[in-house]
C-alpha cells in the first residue's frame, strides 16, 4: 500500500531527520585547525532558468504528488562551518542536479522532452543551529561529458559565499571529467568527494552521503 505523505509532514519529516542526525557531531570548533576550506566550482550551464512550483528539500516528489522520481533515493546531508570551523546558522543551501536520465531542469538541456517530471531538480534549505543541511534526492549519474556530481551554491545575507560540486568517491569517470580535474591538488579534490553509502542496515535501499562545507569567509565578512 502507497502511503500518501503530505507536504508539510514531510517537510517535518525531513527536518527532524537533519535534527536527529546532527546529534553526534563534534563540538563546533574542535577541529578548526585541521580544516580545509571547500574548492570552489563553475556554477555551470544548467543552474535552473525556471525554478520549479516545489523549491524544499525533497526532491523526490512535487508538491502533494504521490508518485516518485526514478533514481537511488539518497539522504544527502553535512554542515556549512565558517573558516574557523563554527557553524553557520541561516545558511541557504541550494543543489541543483540531473535527472535519473542526465537531464537538467533548464530549457537548454538536453534531451528536455525526456525529463522525469517527478524530479524537481533543485531544492534549497535553511541551515539550523548545527550548521546541519538535508535533501532527500537521487544518487548523481553521469552524462556525457560528465562524471557524476551535484551543484551546490551556499548563500547568507544576501551574498554568495560559495558554488561548488560535490562527487561520488572513487567513481570511475572522476579521473576523466575535466571540472575534477582542474582541482590539481589531490587532497583538494578529496574534500569534494563524498561516499554514497547504504542508509542504516541497507534493507530500505537508500543511501546516505555526508559532504561538509568549509566556507573562506563568513556571511558578515
Known amino acids: 500500500?502507497?502511503?500518501?505523505?503530505?507536504?508539510?509532514?514531510r517537510r517535518r519529516f525531513l527536518r527532524k531527520l537533519a535534527l536527529g542526525g546532527m546529534a553526534a557531531y563534534t563540538v563546533p570548533g574542535a577541529f578548526a585547525d585541521a580544516l580545509s576550506q571547500t574548492p570552489s566550482q563553475a556554477e555551470g550551464p544548467f543552474?535552473?532558468?525556471h525554478l520549479p512550483l516545489d523549491t524544499d528539500n525533497d526532491l523526490l516528489i512535487l508538491n502533494d504528488s504521490i508518485t516518485q522520481a526514478v533514481g537511488e533515493v539518497t539522504?544527502?546531508?553535512?554542515?556549512?562551518?565558517d573558516p574557523r570551523g563554527e557553524p553557520v546558522r541561516g545558511a541557504l543551501v541550494e543543489i541543483w542536479q540531473c535527472d535519473?536520465?542526465?537531464?537538467?531542469l533548464h530549457s537548454g538541456s538536453d534531451g528536455a522532452d525526456?525529463?522525469?517530471?517527478?524530479?524537481?531538480?533543485f531544492g534549497r534549505f535553511l541551515t539550523g543551529s548545527k550548521g546541519e543541511y538535508l535533501f532527500r534526492t537521487i544518487k548523481p549519474v553521469p552524462y556525457t561529458?560528465?562524471?557524476?556530481?551535484?551543484?551546490?551554491?551556499?548563500?547568507?545575507?544576501?551574498?554568495?559565499?560559495?558554488?561548488?560540486q560535490c562527487y561520488i568517491k572513487g567513481h570511475a569517470g572522476n579521473a576523466a571529467d575535466g571540472l575534477w580535474k582542474s582541482i590539481g591538488d589531490e587532497k583538494a579534490r578529496s574534500l569534494l568527494e563524498v561516499d554514497f553509502s547504504p542508509l542504516d542496515?541497507?534493507?530500505?535501499?537508500?543511501?546516505?552521503?555526508?559532504?561538509d562545507i568549509v566556507l573562506g569567509r563568513t556571511p558578515d565578512a
Open 1 to 9: 500500500m502507497l502511503e500518501i505523505i503530505s507536504f508539510s509532514s
Open 47 to 49: 543552474y535552473p532558468d
Open 75 to 81: 539522504y544527502l546531508s553535512g554542515r556549512i562551518l
Open 100 to 104: 535519473s536520465k542526465g537531464v537538467y
Open 114 to 121: 525526456k525529463r522525469d517530471k517527478n524530479f524537481q531538480g
Open 145 to 164: 561529458g560528465r562524471t557524476s556530481h551535484i551543484h551546490f551554491k551556499v548563500k547568507g545575507k544576501g551574498k554568495e559565499l560559495l558554488t561548488t
Open 201 to 211: 542496515d541497507g534493507t530500505t535501499g537508500a543511501l546516505s552521503a555526508k559532504f
